[in-house]
């Protein structure tokens, strides 16, 4: 297939020997773009993917003198190989952790009464957040902030409660045979982040950069005295900044260049395209293929719904079912029952250990959160949803038998990441 002239023009850039930041929107070839700049070259490469699904995927397409790897990948050769036994030991609850830690008492701040299963978790909560960061020490900025606990001096003492326990936690996890912290592949993907590893290779090329969080970028970055260093991505595609991912591609000091032509639809797509990734401030705009036949209109039944919340799209669930519809989530339906069970504790005067809804004692007192203060207003849809069809509506709603209409959801979900 004969390059276009944006991808003739990102060749030319790499072959001169650029760091470069290639803005490749959907469907205009962004992988075939990379492979082609690698088989032109004998200089040895890396590819660092997202996902496993998509370093296998990219290691048929790359030539042999380019591995395929992700970033939790090179990290278990490197480092995470060592911590096989923890991670391959039983299942722990956090509060087991936390008394192992020393959290053996509840905490009193304000009016709220803070369990020690409340305290451990936190506690793991951050040093899970520390390691997506680029930080080289865990600080009262990685403690999660909790609803209902929103008043600046009472996350003061919160933070200077938890910091100390994630600290001992942080230092359990570096032992590589026993401790007692469960650990994970965040753990030794940080572990090996703050050796300040050398990536052997003449060049390095990173896909989804948009999603890349700050420790795979200082990893990343790092290579830049050695390496050639290649950001691919889309700005306007980044959806997991709820997982510490940023958009890394803007602020990068390198060769803005761009991917537009889509190879996936046609004209009138790119037209409508177009205007949302306007509205959204986008760094750039699509064309289509003139020889892709597409339509654009209105549904009266469409077959899907795209949703940008489990919320969001557990009230299309109910709503469709309500007509008659039968009708599948696809994914993000565990994070619902979660929740579910959470308000059905509620609703049944106990408390409950789920993160969100913890240091609520009843469920009024949620009701009246998400109703009064500002902080809670997005836990609204969710109230208004178990009050309609009450929490065990969604508990069923969850286990439906694979259907002919389905979901597709945008969940704010997460895969395990591990070696690849």
Request: net charge positive.
């Amino acid at each position: 297939m004969n390059p276009t002239d944006e991808q003739q023009a990102a060749a030319d850039a790499f072959h001169a020997g650029r760091h470069l930041a290639l803005q490749a929107g959907a469907g205009t070839g962004k992988t075939t773009t990379l492979a082609q700049m690698a088989r032109a070259t004998r200089r040895r490469g890396r590819y660092l993917a997202y996902n496993r699904a998509i370093a296998k995927d990219a290691t048929t397409r790359f030539p042999p003198t380019v591995t395929c790897k992700t970033a939790h990948a090179l990290a278990y050769a490197a480092i995470g190989h060592r911590y096989t036994h923890r991670l391959n030991a039983p299942r722990r609850p956090a509060w087991q952790s936390g008394q192992a830690l020393g959290i053996t008492k509840a905490l009193r701040l304000g009016e709220r009464d803070l369990s020690q299963k409340t305290l451990s978790n936190a506690t793991l909560r951050t040093v899970a957040r520390f390691c997506h960061t680029a930080d080289t020490t865990i600080t009262r900025h990685h403690v999660p902030r909790l609803r209902g606990l929103e008043d600046t001096s009472l996350h003061t003492q919160f933070t200077a409660h938890i910091v100390p326990f994630a600290r001992k936690a942080w230092t359990d996890l570096q032992h590589p045979h026993d401790g007692a912290v469960r650990f994970d592949h965040d753990h030794y993907l940080k572990i090996w982040a703050l050796t300040n590893p050398r990536i052997d290779a003449d060049f390095l090329l990173l896909d989804e950069a948009q999603d890349t969080n700050p420790v795979v970028e200082q990893i990343f970055l790092a290579q830049r005295h050695h390496a050639q260093l290649v950001m691919v991505g889309d700005s306007a595609q980044a959806i997991y900044d709820w997982r510490g991912a940023r958009d890394v591609m803007t602020g990068f000091d390198a060769t803005p260049l761009t991917l537009t032509r889509s190879f996936r639809f046609g004209p009138l797509i790119a037209e409508e395209a177009n205007r949302w990734l306007t509205l959204a401030d986008a760094p750039i705009r699509l064309t289509g293929t003139q020889t892709i036949a597409t339509e654009i209109g209105s549904l009266t039944r469409p077959d899907a719904v795209l949703c940008r919340t489990n919320i969001g799209a557990m009230a299309q669930v109910m709503r469709l079912l309500a007509a008659g519809r039968r009708v599948a989530l696809a994914r993000g339906g565990q994070q619902l029952a979660a929740l579910a069970f959470a308000a059905r504790d509620l609703k049944n005067g106990r408390r409950t250990t789920h993160p969100e809804l913890v240091l609520f004692a009843s469920w009024g007192e949620l009701q009246d959160y998400a109703a009064h203060d500002p902080a809670g207003g997005d836990l609204q849809p969710f109230v208004d949803l178990v009050d309609t069809h009450g929490p065990d509506a969604i508990q069923i709603a969850d286990d439906f038998p694979p259907p002919v209409m389905f979901f597709a959801v945008l969940q704010e979900g997460r895969w395990p990441p591990g070696p690849a």
